[in-house]
């Protein structure tokens, strides 16, 4: 069964299982860095927000042999675990008085989003693209965001520059820094997956850190906030920068021992085998002098 048949077939079954309820359709989504995935989309009366779930992965399964009924029922079962529970209305959205205050900054890498910056305010940096956009917050829909556009921008009669300052001066009050070592990253992850003892004494390990945000949604952001570079700026000779995916990126203190070509094998490698695509942020290696106070690429 190829992609198609297999898409709507799921369609119709899931919607011969909400009825009218729903509104339920598939569109083609362009995501980050041009990749384009299959949404069953789900949208409720009276709701302007859409939940969207993604038909790639279920499609794997049903060809490695899983049920056509089983991936209907685990479909189904996603949207009722996860269905949105507020009625967002995006009527603000017209407003740009009332967007200001969700304004936020993207990093994206710049080669593989052509197509979306064409339609879309952009500053370079290095060899990313800052992207302004509007985030939406709560209980339920958890973090998410509208991609500002060209049109948006003439709608509100704001220019390019104006937008992205506004966005990277409000961004550092919604989506505030976070800086934490990862050794206390990894007991985090530990014990949030049960007890956990750390040994008496632990072997002497490379100086490393996580930068995200506090939501970790799209936190290598955070790499142009200043007061980053205020923390940056402490007694280390400076910082290799590896971008971990578009949502954090870990920073390995400069000892004198560490190879260029050591470290743009290891970001390449990780990439390749465990960022999704649409996650991914660049295989470059970034580097930020304490002496300078500027990031630049290695």
């Not at 927000?49 to 038909?55: D, R």
Request: aromatic share 10%; net charge negative.
């Amino acid at each position: 069964m190829t992609l198609e048949q297999f898409v709507n077939k799921v369609e119709n079954a899931v919607r011969a299982y909400f009825g009218s309820g729903l509104q339920i359709t598939v569109q083609k989504i362009m995501k980050n860095n041009s990749v384009e995935m299959t949404g069953l989309i789900f949208m409720e009366k009276g709701s302007d927000i859409a939940a969207t779930i993604y038909l790639d992965s279920y499609y794997e399964e049903y060809e490695k042999g899983t049920p056509l009924g089983e991936i209907v029922r685990q479909l189904i079962l996603a949207y009722e675990d996860h269905r949105p529970v507020e009625k967002l209305k995006l009527d603000f959205f017209r407003d740009y008085e009332q967007v200001r205050a969700r304004l936020a900054c993207r990093l994206i890498n710049l080669e593989r989003n052509c197509e979306l910056l064409e339609q879309t305010p952009h500053q370079v940096w290095l060899d990313l693209a800052v992207t302004p956009c509007c985030i939406l917050m709560g209980d339920e829909l958890g973090c998410a965001c509208i991609q500002i556009r060209y049109e948006h921008m003439r709608r509100w009669k704001i220019d390019e520059e104006s937008l992205i300052g506004e966005a990277m001066a409000n961004m550092r009050q919604i989506l505030r820094p976070e800086f934490i070592s990862m050794a206390e990253f990894l007991y985090d992850l530990a014990r949030s997956t049960g007890p956990v003892q750390m040994p008496e004494t632990e072997p002497e390990k490379k100086e490393m850190f996580i930068l995200s945000n506090t939501q970790h949604f799209y936190g290598a952001a955070a790499l142009l906030y200043p007061e980053v570079y205020e923390l940056l700026a402490g007694e280390k000779k400076g910082f290799f920068i590896l971008p971990s995916s578009v949502h954090e990126v870990i920073l390995l203190a400069d000892t004198g021992q560490e190879s260029r070509s050591g470290l743009y094998r290891m970001v390449s490698e990780v990439n390749a085998g465990n960022v999704p695509q649409e996650e991914f942020l660049s295989n470059s290696v970034y580097y930020f002098d304490r002496k300078e106070k500027k990031i630049r690429i290695l």
